[in-house]
């Protein structure tokens, strides 16, 4: 039982079972052995009446599969795995490359690539190709994953890509793999040196070409990156030079966009960090930093209105965030909004583990105010 079991337990849905009254098995006689076949097989043949007296061993194969994907210590498994083993592995390989999606790449499609490719790995079925491609639609279905299982699968995929690497580093193919995976942990200058590794490798013009294509598409990403590791090492000067280059791009995103305004931030140029912070707010982000950060900056400006409804804002979507309620605080006590400013500091002072710091300082804005909050 490996680390990724109890995830794809959940889909044991996607497998019937049809009972076959005699069967032999490496010159051994069976009676009523259940053997697994895809669910959706069995009701598209079903509703067309296609299975009559026979059914191809092509869909028990693809059940079998299935079944040691999602559970591998099934029942009976011992001797449905005989069965498949009685089949030559170019067999079972090439049946499983006919049914794998390539196109259309929805989430079910994507379960399923990596349900029967999973089931070639836990049988040992497998040809370097076959483990390129299971890692491949790992890397796709990562999106959809909480963090729990997240985590879990981010393992598996760097222990079977680092097996793959360590028998030959030069495989564009593997470079590119390990540049998706580094492109979904967002360690974008990681992601494009492993793209540039995997375009020195290739002789293929197409695959060049693909490559050339995600370096192109994660340009902007890696500027910013490096933009914000020249701010951490205090190098402003080269820091203003990458963001001339980049704050005009017409394909940034609402975390391109914060980041440019947080630069800016760092660099004390306030109104082009507003400037940013707002485009990233356009385009829908909800980071709990920006409405903090940009809050601040409308209040260092002295615009103490427009501070306050991003705080407003910011707690429409962190409700009970301690920064965001203690700064609304001290702009409803300076615009004399007395009444909200009671009613915040009650609540704020509710909150389980409320910071230390925050705290105290509530309590001495509330005994400062004390006269005006009890009018």
Do not use: C, H
């Not at 076959?20 to 959706?40: A, G, V």
């Not at 605080?329 to 615009?335: G, H, M, S, T, V």
């Amino acid at each position: 039982m490996d680390n990724l079991y109890n995830y794809f337990l959940r889909y044991n849905e996607k497998i019937n079972f049809l009972t076959i009254k005699n069967i032999k098995i490496e010159n051994r006689e069976y009676t009523n052995i259940d053997f697994p076949i895809n669910s959706k097989v069995l009701l598209k043949n079903i509703k067309e009446n296609t299975f009559k007296n026979e059914i191809s061993t092509k869909y028990f194969i693809e059940g079998i599969i299935l079944l040691n994907a999602i559970d591998s210590s099934f029942n009976n498994i011992e001797i449905l795995n005989k069965f498949l083993n009685s089949f030559k592995n170019d067999t079972i390989i090439n049946i499983v490359k006919s049914k794998l999606y390539f196109k259309n790449l929805t989430f079910d499609n994507i379960l399923y690539n990596v349900l029967i490719l999973r089931g070639l790995v836990v049988l040992n079925k497998i040809n370097d190709y076959i483990k390129k491609l299971y890692i491949k639609n790992l890397i796709m279905i990562l999106d959809y994953l909480d963090e729990n299982f997240k985590a879990l699968f981010l393992n598996e995929i760097k222990l079977e890509l680092s097996k793959l690497f360590f028998k030959n580093e030069n495989d564009p193919y593997i470079n590119i793999l390990y540049g998706d995976l580094n492109l979904k942990e967002k360690f974008y200058i990681k992601s494009n040196s492993f793209y540039v590794r995997a375009l020195n490798f290739s002789n293929d013009r197409f695959l060049k070409e693909n490559i050339s294509n995600k370096i192109s598409s994660i340009k902007v990403k890696v500027e910013i990156e490096n933009l914000l590791q020249l701010i951490d090492k205090f190098q402003y000067e080269k820091a203003l030079k990458i963001l001339s280059t980049i704050n005009d791009d017409k394909n940034l995103d609402k975390e391109d966009y914060y980041w440019i305004a947080y630069s800016y931030n760092k660099l004390n140029e306030t109104n082009l960090a507003i400037k940013y912070y707002e485009k990233s707010l356009k385009l829908n982000a909800d980071f709990l930093n920006i409405f903090i950060e940009l809050g601040l900056l409308y209040y260092k400006i002295n615009k103490i209105n427009k501070a306050l409804k991003i705080f407003e804002d910011g707690l429409n979507i962190y409700i009970d965030d301690e920064k965001l309620m203690f700064n609304k605080i001290i702009l409803e006590l300076k615009l004399n909004m007395f009444e909200k400013a009671k009613k915040d500091i009650d609540k704020i002072l509710l909150y389980e583990d409320l910071d230390n710091t925050i705290m105290n300082d509530i309590l001495y804005l509330k005994n400062l105010y004390e006269n005006d909050l009890n009018k």
